[in-house]
């Protein structure tokens, strides 16, 4: 049973498009997370829901858009891609928002933009 | 603001031999220090962490962490190195003052020589 799930886990698309990613969490926690890993590994938060109320918002551009239709899922909308959205998407969850809690990461979806 | 800076960004063993992988933090207020790790193409996992109790810390896999604020360190280590510890190593920072996110290394990969 997969804890924490993301679709898809491949994602080529052109310069313009829209596109979208899952992520559902099956743990029955509080809080879910959007992460960004880089070509370098290098990994920073996008986005954290508490009970679907945006609780992290950082310096994300608008055009990636979080949606939260219950606390099980945590969806992010890209509009309008540009060649440097190409990273690694990760989502997470933790059982609350504490700042020591554990957080469950989901494994990934490769967005390629060409 | 926080941030980590872990030195090496890969570092290669031999089987058996010791593994010690550097984290160093910086921080205005007491942290909350995290080591979680990344195998191919998986999401992260949480190895260890520290929240201000003991300055020991062990996880699971056998590795331990040890926080010392007189250097703002929390290396990692494990005394055998064993092939299924081949992966990518983030140490992470966040801190009871600060908001609900963790603050992530640039990550090391650990390569297992047989």
């Known amino acids: 049973d997969t804890a924490v799930s993301q679709t898809p886990k491949y994602l080529v698309t052109q310069m313009g498009n829209d596109k979208s990613i899952k992520c559902e969490q099956n743990l029955g926690h509080d809080t879910m997370y959007w992460y960004k890993q880089d070509s370098k590994k290098f990994l920073k938060i996008m986005f954290s829901y508490n009970n679907k109320e945006l609780i992290i918002n950082e310096t994300v551009p608008n055009r990636f858009s979080p949606k939260s239709p219950d606390k099980a899922h945590l969806n992010l909308h890209i509009n309008s891609l540009e060649l440097g959205d190409s990273a690694v998407y990760f989502c997470?969850?933790?059982?609350?928002?504490?700042?020591?809690?554990?957080?469950?990461f989901g494994s990934g979806t490769q967005l390629s933009v060409l | 603001a926080q941030s980590v800076t872990q030195l090496g960004s890969h570092v290669s063993v031999s089987e058996g031999a010791l593994v010690l992988l550097r984290c160093n933090y910086s921080?205005?207020?007491?942290?909350?220090l995290f080591w979680y790790v990344q195998y191919p193409n998986q999401g992260l996992q949480l190895l260890l962490k520290?929240?201000?109790?003991?300055?020991l810390v062990k996880g699971i896999n056998g590795f331990e962490a040890e926080f010392k604020k007189s250097e703002t360190s929390f290396h990692l280590t494990k005394p055998s190195a064993h092939m299924s510890d081949a992966a990518e190593y983030f140490c992470?920072?966040?801190?009871?003052?600060?908001?609900?996110?963790?603050?992530f290394g640039q990550g090391t990969r650990l390569t297992i020589n047989p």
């Open positions: 997470a969850s933790s059982l609350q928002r504490g700042l020591n809690e554990k957080l469950f």
């Open positions: 921080s205005s207020v007491p942290p909350y």
């Open positions: 520290y929240t201000s109790a003991a300055t």
């Open positions: 992470a920072v966040t801190s009871p003052q600060g908001a609900q996110k963790l603050v």
